[in-house]
């Protein structure tokens, strides 16, 4: 059992930044593939970055590519997305995950999800 609360979100203006940190309970969050994704009201939830286990090893949606990067803490049990040049577009619900297996950009693969932050960008 995993549990996951997010923090960072707010309000903040076009080409501006923000940092989101996801805690997570629990003595093997190495052993957990991580991800990072988004929801806007009336819209499915949307993949945005993904990082793995042990190795590390990353994966973006193309529409963040640049922009963000995906990092995790193991010693600290921390997940981290630091969001950079933001957008209007990117004002959603961010919510982070955990799965026990391969994770990836597929939200129904993972079994642990945080209540999400809120992430406005204003034009």
């Known amino acids: 059992q995993v549990q996951l609360v997010e923090s960072g979100g707010g309000l903040v203006q076009a080409g501006g930044s923000l940092r989101l940190s996801c805690a997570a309970s629990g003595r093997t969050f190495s052993r957990y593939a991580m991800g990072w994704f988004r929801q806007v009201p009336g819209k499915e939830r949307e993949f945005v970055a993904a990082?793995?286990?042990?190795?590390?090893?990353?994966d973006y949606a193309d529409s963040v590519k640049g922009r963000f990067t995906i990092s995790r803490d193991n010693a600290m049990n921390r997940l981290y997305l630091q969001m950079n040049s933001l957008k209007p577009e990117d004002t959603a619900v961010y919510y982070c995950?955990?799965?026990?297996?391969?994770?990836?950009?597929?939200?129904?693969?993972?079994?642990?999800w945080g209540q999400g932050t809120q992430v406005t960008v204003s034009s």
């Open positions: 990082i793995s286990g042990s190795k590390g090893s990353t």
């Open positions: 995950a955990a799965d026990v297996g391969s994770g990836g950009s597929r939200w129904y693969v993972y079994d642990y």
